[in-house]
């Protein structure tokens, strides 16, 4: 177990080394593109494989009115509306992205408090997850929100906001993750992971 960063590729590709490792497993957060990054390229230069454990995305429903989007600045262009209400749940960091739109009123929800430059018009709204739709249909409701912004996560834990969004026929603008290295080895099970490290051995 080791707590800490590693200190970019060479640190990683060194520990490797020094702790003979044979195998990698990725299993950080779908959006710490940087993260896997470094561990792909540090696994290379190891020489040993990596694979990339990744849960599936959320997936469209009927009646889901979806805009995929590829990043956050992508995002905040396009709800940059006067007027709007937007319900950002990307998490503490990436808020400051949304700090030019003068015109539009964000609700931040966050577990801590977000760092940096914020919208001019704003509230704060810190609370820990898990949500149930009625919750989140509530909240949308009570705060009149026209629009969600939200991360492909994936996963069950955070998924009612956009149950409720359909219920409600709210917008949802929905920003993909950032790509893995090209020709990355990909699963998206633990159970896969396992068999994937049984076939290196």
């Known amino acids: 177990m080791r707590i800490g960063g590693f200190g970019g590729i060479?640190?990683?590709?060194?520990?490797l080394a020094d702790n003979d490792i044979h195998a990698v497993v990725d299993a950080t957060h779908p959006?710490?593109?940087?993260?896997?990054?470094h561990a792909a390229a540090a696994a290379a230069a190891a020489g040993i494989p990596i694979v990339h454990l990744r849960r599936p995305g959320w997936r469209q429903s009927p009646g889901d009115r979806w805009t995929r989007v590829p990043d956050l600045s992508a995002a905040a262009k396009l709800v940059a509306a006067p007027g709007n209400r937007v319900f950002l749940t990307i998490g503490r960091q990436g808020v400051g992205a949304f700090a030019q739109a003068p015109d539009a009123w964000f609700l931040i929800r966050a577990i801590?408090?977000?760092?940096?430059p914020l919208p001019p018009d704003h509230e704060i709204l810190l609370a820990r997850g898990p949500f149930t739709a009625e919750d989140e249909l509530r909240l949308l409701t009570d705060r009149r929100i026209d629009v969600l912004v939200t991360k492909d996560s994936g996963g069950d834990l955070t998924a009612a906001k956009l149950t409720a969004a359909r219920a409600r026929e709210t917008p949802v603008v929905l920003i993909d993750r950032p790509p893995l290295p090209p020709g990355a080895t990909t699963v998206e099970t633990v159970a896969a992971a396992r068999d994937w490290l049984?076939?290196?051995?």
């Open 10 to 15: 060479d640190g990683l590709r060194n520990w």
């Open 31 to 37: 959006f710490a593109g940087t993260m896997s990054g």
């Open 198 to 201: 049984r076939a290196q051995a």
């Open 112 to 116: 801590d408090p977000p760092a940096g």
